[in-house]
C-alpha cells in the first residue's frame, strides 16, 4: 500500500509462458498488495507458469475474448478485490515493472487519476528496437488525435497504465471494443469524464518474445483509433452521443 491505498496490478495475459516469470519477479510487491492475471485461452502454458509463481488471482477464458476482453476482466476483478490503484502491465516483458512505484505514488499523492508511461517522451522508442512504420504511424495518430480531442499527450498507444479506482468507477469501459482499439476508447472516455493524465518516460524494448501486431491488424487498429477520435469530437461539439460516453 501506499497511503493506505491498495495497489493492484493486472496481468492481460496471451500466450505469456516466456516472459511472465520475468516480469512478475521485478514487481515490487513492497507496495503491490495483489495480481490479478487473466489468460486469454493461451495456446501455450502461460496458466500452468502463473500457477507456479503462486498469483493469488488467475482466471483463464474459456475462449479467447481479445485485447479489450482481456482488460475488461482484469479490471472488474481488481474493483471487485477493492483495489484504489490499478496498474495495468503486459506480462511479454516489453515494458518494465520498475516504473510501477513512480506511477502508484502519483495517483497515491492525488496529483493525477491516471498515468500512462510513455515510449515517446525522450529519444528510446527507434533505440529500443520499435519497427520504423509502428513509430511513424504512432506520431501520426497521435497528432491526429491531439488536434481532434484537443489534448497534448506524447502518445495513446502505450499498454502501460496505472488508474485510480475514481475513474474505474466513472468510465464504462465494459461498453468498450473487447478489440485493440479498447485502449483508445477508454482514453476517449478519461478525457470526456474530465480526468487528466501524466506520462513518464518508459524505456522500449521490442525482442521476439514481445507480443505485436502484425500489419493487417495494425492497419485496422489505427483506422479504429481515427474513429474514436472523431466520435470524440463530435461528441463535444454536441453531434454524438454513443453508449462510449455515457
Same mark, same amino acid.
Given at each position: ?108 499523492? /492525488?496529483?493525477?487519476? *491516471?498515468?500512462?508511461?510513455?515510449? =515517446?517522451?525522450?529519444? &528510446?522508442?527507434? +533505440? !529500443?528496437? #520499435? ?92 483506422? /479504429?483509433?481515427?474513429? *474514436?477520435?472523431?466520435?470524440?469530437? =463530435?461528441?463535444?461539439? &454536441?453531434?454524438? +452521443? !454513443?453508449? #462510449?460516453?455515457?
Amino acid at each position: 500500500m501506499i497511503n493506505n491505498q491498495k495497489i493492484v496490478v493486472v496481468l492481460p495475459a496471451y500466450n505469456a509462458s516466456k516472459t511472465l516469470e520475468q516480469t512478475y519477479n521485478e514487481i515490487p510487491f513492497d507496495i503491490v498488495d495483489d495480481v490479478v492475471l487473466v489468460d486469454d485461452n493461451s495456446l501455450d502454458n502461460t496458466s500452468e507458469v502463473a500457477n507456479r509463481l503462486e498469483i493469488k488471482h488467475i482466471i483463464k477464458h474459456d475462449k479467447n475474448k481479445g485485447y479489450g476482453g482481456n482488460q475488461k476482466t482484469c479490471y472488474n476483478k481488481a474493483l471487485e478485490l477493492n483495489a484504489d490503484i490499478v496498474i495495468m502491465l503486459h506480462p511479454d516483458y516489453q515494458y518494465t515493472p520498475k516504473l510501477i512505484h513512480s506511477m502508484s505514488y502519483i495517483i497515491a499523492n /492525488g496529483l493525477y487519476d *491516471v498515468v500512462i508511461a510513455s515510449r =515517446i517522451l525522450g529519444k &528510446g522508442a527507434l +533505440k !529500443g528496437g #520499435m519497427p520504423l512504420y509502428k513509430y511513424i504511424a504512432n506520431r501520426f495518430l497521435t497528432l491526429t488525435q491531439n488536434i481532434l480531442m484537443n489534448q497534448k499527450l506524447s502518445e495513446y498507444h502505450t499498454g502501460y497504465r496505472a488508474f485510480s479506482k475514481k475513474v474505474l468507477q466513472t468510465v464504462k469501459y465494459n461498453n468498450n471494443s473487447d478489440d485493440f482499439v479498447f485502449d483508445n476508447e477508454f482514453l476517449a472516455q478519461v478525457f470526456d469524464k474530465n480526468f487528466e493524465i501524466a506520462e513518464i518516460t518508459c524505456p522500449t524494448k521490442y525482442f521476439e518474445e514481445a507480443s505485436s501486431i502484425n500489419l493487417s491488424r495494425s492497419i485496422k487498429y489505427g483506422l /479504429g483509433v481515427l474513429k *474514436v477520435s472523431f466520435l470524440y469530437f =463530435i461528441n463535444k461539439i &454536441g453531434l454524438y +452521443k !454513443g453508449k #462510449m460516453f455515457q
